[in-house]
């Protein structure tokens, strides 16, 4: 029951991003897309957090909570950092993710964006947070590998640079979003800690749409389906399934499924869409996914706790938790 869980989470990440084309092509804008996704996760998060009073109470006695090294925090340090992972780095990175989306495949999109889990790695190691084994260097080497597959083989009218530097750019700060969501991860409760991060993004980019003369919800109700799905589906349900699915699993295996993401979005987009990648992007696609696993079976026995958003759902061999919000 525990991998099934972890499989429908995966697959409703890995639906965002088809979720997000339909809703373009339904005449949805980027920035209507975003503040109606985190405005309304935001709501049934806390309606679930209002039905659910047990879900507020943080896991006690984690012994991440006392390693070395941890400092310790104030209550309101905590609050200010879960709200600004959201109004910051969640609302960033969510934002280039759909730019990116405006510009490429969705399949190319994923792809690309998972390369996230060899740059977690890549920086725990230079922070000291984690060592290099051959293993994991190995790994490293793939993946590198298999993105460069992944772009070269991008002969179709679809590839944008401009959209492959936003998707970089959108795995680059969910890098930093990661690492920085490791310092509170466990002095929240996940369900508690999610809505944060949500009411913390939907609040920037509400502040956002302010300042620019607000957002055109003027779409149809295919628009708003859409939205919808992007929500419940790729959001709240992804999340809430995946907390359910680690809890029975343990966090190699949960992490391990999670790989099942970026296949989902590809075939979903074939399916959907009518996209196709190249066979030399597909060979370079199963070596960026066979990288994250070997890094993710290497770290059996380690804490991982979370995906707030979005897209992708591990912190790739470091002793980090990934909080998600794919996208």
Known sequence: MGAALCLVSAACFGAMAIFGKLAYDAGVSPGALLLVRFTLATVLLGVVLLMRPGLRRPVSGSPRDKAPGRTAMTRGRVLAIAVGLGAVGYATQASLFFSALQLMDASLLALILYTYPVMVTVVAVLLGRDRLTPARGAALAAASGGTLLVLLGAGG??????????????AITYTVYILVADTVVHRLAPVVLSALVMT???????????LTGG?????????????????????VVAMLSFFAGLKRTGPSTAAILSTFEPVVTSALAAL???????????????????SVAVLQLRRAGTRFDNRLTGTAVTSSGTNHSHVNVHN
């Open 157 to 170: 009218v679809s590839f944008q640079p401009v959209g492959a530097l936003l998707a970089f750019a959108s």
């Open 272 to 290: 959907v869409l009518g996209e196709s990648l190249t066979p030399v992007q597909l060979a370079g696609g199963a070596l960026v996914l066979s």
């Open 215 to 235: 957002v055109d919800l003027d779409f149809g109700w295919r628009g708003w389906f859409w939205l919808a799905c992007i929500a419940v589906v790729s959001t």
């Open 200 to 210: 913390g993004a939907a609040g920037t980019l509400g502040a956002r749409a302010l």
